[in-house]
């Protein structure tokens, strides 16, 4: 019995580290965002309600092609290829942050100390949050309003 129990905290712990280990893979140093949009825009992203980092290879975009069609894309960030791609007919015409404006909601962030981002999102309502980790490894999570310069609220972890 007691070496079953010393068996299960081994594999959670294992488990553990595992997880910690993959989130560690999926966040970027904040002036590769650069690149990133570079790589979107080619692709033919306009607008853009969330980028993701996905691992140190490659990011998940979701956002506009035009005012008619929606992308979710997968995009290697060596080649800037798609490896996975579903777009979507929506009316009602894109909504999102431009490359300015997810530039100036990365601005802020690092200035309330992000060193490397995991995610930035955008809802209708034009409330960005940018989400990842300062210089010391902390979390951090910085929010403002589409296209204001400063932030709103930071929360660090």
Same mark, same amino acid.
């Given at each position: 019995?007691?070496?079953?129990?010393?068996?299960?905290?081994?594999?959670? $712990?294992?488990?553990?580290?595992? $997880?910690?280990?993959?989130?560690?893979?999926?966040?970027?140093?904040?002036?590769?965002?650069?690149?990133?949009?570079?790589?979107? $825009?080619? &692709?033919?992203?306009?607008? &853009?309600?969330?980028?993701?980092?996905?691992? %140190? %290879?490659?990011?998940?975009?979701?956002?506009?092609? %035009? %005012?008619?069609?929606?992308?979710?894309?997968?995009?290697?960030?060596?080649t800037g290829e798609s490896l996975e791609e579903?777009?979507?007919?929506?009316?009602?015409?894109?909504w999102g942050m431009n490359e300015d404006e997810?530039?100036?909601?990365?601005?802020?962030?690092?200035?309330?100390?992000?060193?490397? &981002?995991?995610?930035?999102?955008?809802?209708?309502?034009?409330?960005?949050?940018?989400?990842?980790?300062?210089?010391?490894?902390?979390?951090?999570?910085?929010?403002?309003?589409?296209?204001?310069?400063?932030?709103?609220?930071?929360?660090?972890?």
């Open positions: 019995m007691k070496r079953k129990m010393i068996l299960a905290g081994t594999l959670a $712990s294992l488990m553990a580290a595992a $997880s910690l280990a993959q989130a560690e893979e999926s966040r970027l140093p904040a002036e590769r965002l650069d690149d990133i949009l570079a790589k979107a $825009s080619a &692709f033919g992203f306009t607008h &853009f309600g969330e980028i993701e980092v996905k691992d %140190d %290879d490659s990011v998940e975009i979701e956002g506009w092609l %035009d %005012d008619e069609w929606q992308a979710e894309v997968r995009l290697s960030l060596e579903e777009r979507k007919r929506r009316e009602g015409g894109a997810v530039r100036l909601a990365m601005e802020a962030a690092v200035a309330e100390g992000l060193a490397e &981002f995991e995610e930035i999102q955008v809802d209708r309502d034009g409330r960005v949050e940018v989400e990842g980790r300062d210089g010391e490894g902390r979390e951090l999570e910085v929010r403002s309003r589409q296209g204001e310069e400063g932030t709103s609220e930071v929360e660090r972890d």
